[in-house]
């Protein structure tokens, strides 16, 4: 069956990139997401990319894709206390049914 | 533009009640998603609609049902509530339910006391 992890925490400083870090199983995952989740909201999607590209870049935002090895990673660049929040990974192979990685909590320290 | 606008936010139930869920999607959007978060199993998919149909369903038992009305509306309904069924219940609606991503609203936040 599919199934999508990631770490749970993820500490850096104010002004440092953050990498976190997807594993998926399903080899017919087609679409990756990552999504954003403040407290008390609900989810912000953030980037996305295909399977049949290796990297997309969105500003602050670089998602790598190895689809041999079934990882995904979203870059963060110069983080910021802002963007403390859990964020979570995930795929689809036919774009209405998302499955969400457990999240990572990103702490961002001044 | 207005988001995903889901009602109520907050909702407290006893065991054995049913309960009506709301989700009123981006104006355009015709296909609306359900997920269920809680701390130990996650988010979880529930069911999609698209033009009053439903196109796919998780893993849930029939307590869990939903409809989606001619202007996109849709509700969810969860009948003889267990305390496991207390959780933060997601909306999303995407134009088509395409590549492209839903947008999520913030969420009913159920109790089952």
């Known amino acids: 069956g599919e199934d999508v992890e990631q770490s749970l925490f993820l500490s850096v400083r104010e002004g440092d990139s953050s990498v976190i870090n997807c594993t998926y199983t399903?080899?017919?995952?087609?679409?990756l997401y990552w999504y954003k989740q403040e407290p008390g909201a609900g989810l912000q999607l953030l980037t996305y990319i295909f399977s049949n590209m290796d990297m997309k870049q969105d500003q602050r935002l670089t998602v790598l894709l190895n689809k041999k090895d079934k990882h995904l990673s979203l870059r963060i660049a110069d983080t910021q206390t802002g963007d403390s929040a859990i964020y979570f990974c995930?795929?689809?192979?036919?774009?209405?049914?998302?499955?969400f990685g457990t999240g990572t909590r990103l702490l961002v320290s001044p | 533009k207005a988001g995903v606008t889901q009602t109520p936010r907050y909702l407290i139930k006893t065991r054995g009640q049913q309960v009506t869920l709301s989700c009123s999607p981006i104006?355009?959007?015709?296909?609306v998603s359900w997920y269920q978060q809680t701390p130990g199993q996650g988010l979880q998919f529930l069911f999609e609609?698209?033009?009053?149909?439903?196109?796919n369903k998780g893993n849930f038992p029939g307590r869990f049902s939903g409809r989606q009305f001619s202007n996109s509306r849709s509700e969810m309904n969860v009948s003889t509530l267990e305390l496991g069924d207390s959780a933060l219940y997601l909306c999303a609606s995407s134009p088509r339910g395409d590549r492209y991503g839903y947008t999520f609203g913030s969420g009913t936040r159920l109790t089952v006391v």
């Open positions: 104006s355009g959007h015709r296909s």
């Open positions: 609609y698209f033009s009053e149909t439903q196109r």
């Open positions: 399903d080899s017919s995952s087609t679409y």
């Open positions: 995930a795929e689809s192979d036919d774009f209405q049914k998302l499955v």
